[in-house]
């Protein structure tokens, strides 16, 4: 199907601390309105909401080089509570020497582990396990 992307839905609790986190974990940026909106104020109300009403409900991130799947965070007023189904691969060696794979991806997870997130489990010289600051389960690899 011509013009078909994929994008990946992510329910969360607190919308500006899961961006933040995902923008810096996947290189991620806002993604700007759609046209002709110039704001997202403006598309918001374009649906009858009020934009002073909208709570930072909702965010929704693009990779600026077109590569990688739009990500929307929508707030939701549960926790998670189980397993992911689906999880992110955050990876971060694919074009490394063999010997520099391992190293970058520890590195990588020490980065994100200060941004909030934390180590559910290693397999040794291949990938991380992680949850973001929400718990959702993620792989660095």
């Known amino acids: 199907m011509a013009g078909m992307r994929m994008a990946l839905t992510m329910d969360c609790t607190d919308v500006p601390v899961m961006a933040e986190f995902w923008k810096a974990a996947l290189g991620y940026e806002e993604e700007p309105p759609p046209p002709p909106f110039a704001t997202r104020e403006e598309w918001v109300a374009s649906f009858g909401i009020d934009p002073d009403e909208d709570d930072d409900d909702g965010a929704w991130l693009h990779d600026p080089d077109g590569i990688g799947p739009r990500l929307s965070l929508l707030q939701v007023p549960e926790p998670k509570t189980a397993k992911n189904r689906l999880h992110i691969?955050?990876?971060?060696?694919?074009?490394?020497?063999?010997?520099?794979?391992?190293?970058?991806?520890?590195?990588?997870?020490?980065?994100?582990?200060?941004?909030?997130?934390?180590?559910?489990?290693?397999?040794?010289?291949?990938?991380?396990?992680?949850?973001?600051?929400?718990?959702n389960e993620f792989c660095v690899c």
Do not use: N, Y
């Open 89 to 135: 691969d955050v990876r971060v060696s694919a074009d490394l020497p063999a010997e520099q794979k391992w190293p970058a991806i520890v590195a990588r997870s020490a980065e994100l582990i200060g941004l909030g997130a934390g180590v559910l489990a290693e397999v040794d010289g291949h990938h991380i396990v992680m949850a973001d600051p929400e718990g």
